[in-house]
């Protein structure tokens, strides 16, 4: 079959190199891509935004699958458009994807399933929100209600912070609405699970360490590295998880007319084994995807066609008592500005088989070049019998990389190790 990938980061590309191992895989584009996509797969220009040519594009290159990567293309519905254009795609509704794209939706779901999550109170109005943390104190959580690309979150230890972050927010396009939490205390996990509205599979599970310095510290980033699986979703949190958070989710959804179909990333908190929902996002996680696929290999392309065509109820997902691990390789000064178009050597040294991977997040061909264009560049990423098995994999492969103007956490899964 012909299938299309939407998206150019490094989820994308794992997603493209596991789905191109498939044998039912003939012909694989991806829009946009990015130099390391383009090594598995066809690169397309496209406007990933606009549903009509994505749905166009299709027709024209005989597509029979569509899956969409990143949560812009989805909050637009783009998968509206294609399935209404009869393309079989993998990705919710714009409807559905309000689980990510307005966090004061996904707590009316929450309040309505009984799911567990943070306590909180909604804002339109600066002096209210200022009003209620100055009552409540810190630490305390504030967010801008809609898609803010990683940046609409503030932890605010502080009340001084928690103020500033009132005012900062409310002044973004994203924060015509504010909703501030309770500050919950734990640890994160990653939870994957496939849903075609009805059924529900976890896929996997993983942890990402978003401070951009070792021992995390420093400000928050979209991750910098990841590995799966995550020690802390023993099969008892996996399974109240499921009980009392994803299930209830899913059946709300449902029972409101927009049922959600394609992955359900849940952030989880947890602590003395309970966990509490800390947000919900409609597409895979990015790094986190890295890990998984090399994980879970060819499968993933009937998984997510089972999940496509409503049959995951069949559908079963085999696991290897395998770890893998991603560092993610970034351009020195992220997250904040830096430099852009530098060449990366070395990449023709690192082994790429079935157990090491580098998978490109912000590359681009110049010249026949390979050179940087984004923050997080690269994702190293290993397999291993163990934990520390992976992570020694993934950063023998970095020191074999000659790239001086990149950098990375020394210490990707500290926490499991
Ligand atoms: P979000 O975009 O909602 O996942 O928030 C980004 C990060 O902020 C999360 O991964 C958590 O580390 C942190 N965070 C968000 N909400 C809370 C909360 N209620 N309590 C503690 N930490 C939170
Ligand atoms: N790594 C977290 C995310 O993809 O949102």
Request: with cysteine.
């Given at each position: 079959m012909n299938i299309l990938i939407l998206g150019s980061g490094g989820r994308e590309h794992a997603l493209a190199w596991a789905v191109k191992?498939?044998?039912?895989?003939?012909r694989l584009i991806v829009a946009p891509g990015n130099a390391g996509i383009a090594a598995v797969a066809e690169c397309a220009d496209l406007d990933i935004l606009d549903g009509t040519a994505v749905a166009q594009f299709a027709t024209e290159n005989a597509i029979d699958f569509i899956i969409i990567g990143p949560e812009a293309p989805l909050a637009a519905g783009v998968a509206d458009d294609t399935r209404a254009a009869g393309f079989l795609t993998f990705g919710p509704s714009a409807a559905a994807a309000r689980l990510e794209a307005s966090k004061a939706f996904t707590k009316d779901i929450c309040d309505a399933c009984l799911a567990p999550t943070a306590a909180y109170a909604r804002f339109t109005d600066a002096a209210a929100a200022r009003a209620h943390v100055t009552t409540t104190g810190a630490p305390i959580v504030i967010k801008a209600d809609?898609?803010?690309?990683?940046?609409?979150?503030v932890v605010a230890m502080t009340l001084t912070e928690a103020l500033d972050a009132i005012e900062d927010l409310f002044a973004t396009?994203?924060?015509a609405e504010v909703v501030i939490e309770e500050f919950m205390t734990g640890e994160e996990a990653s939870f994957f699970i496939l849903t075609d509205g009805v059924n529900a599979l976890p896929l996997g599970t993983a942890q990402d360490h978003?401070?951009?310095?070792?021992?995390?510290?420093?400000p928050n980033t979209g991750g910098m590295g990841a590995y799966s699986?995550?020690?802390?979703?023993t099969p008892e949190v996996t399974q109240r998880a499921m009980d009392q958070i994803v299930l209830p989710t899913i059946r709300e959804m449902a029972r409101r007319g927009t049922p959600y179909q394609g992955v359900l990333f849940a952030g989880l908190m947890i602590e003395d084994g309970q966990p509490r929902l800390v947000e919900y996002n409609a597409r895979f996680g990015d790094p986190e995807t890295q890990v998984l696929m090399m994980r879970l290999g060819a499968q993933v392309l009937d998984l997510l066609l089972a999940c496509a065509e409503g049959r995951l109820d069949s559908a079963r997902v085999n696991w290897a008592d395998d770890h893998a691990l991603t560092v993610v390789i970034a351009a020195r000064g992220y997250p904040g500005p830096h430099a852009k178009g530098s060449v990366i050597n070395g990449l023709d040294r690192m082994p790429e088989d079935s157990r090491h991977m580098v998978f490109h997040a912000g590359t681009t061909l110049r010249d026949g070049l390979i050179t940087a264009t984004g923050g997080r560049v690269l994702n190293i990423t290993a397999r291993g019998d163990s934990l520390p098995d992976a992570r020694n994999r993934a950063y023998a492969m970095i020191d074999l990389l000659d790239w001086p103007d990149g950098f990375c956490r020394s210490d990707i899964g500290w926490r499991a190790l």
């Open positions: 191992q498939n044998p039912k895989c003939d809609g898609l803010a690309a990683g940046k609409g979150v396009p994203a924060g978003k401070r951009v310095h070792d021992g995390d510290t420093g699986p995550a020690p802390v979703m």
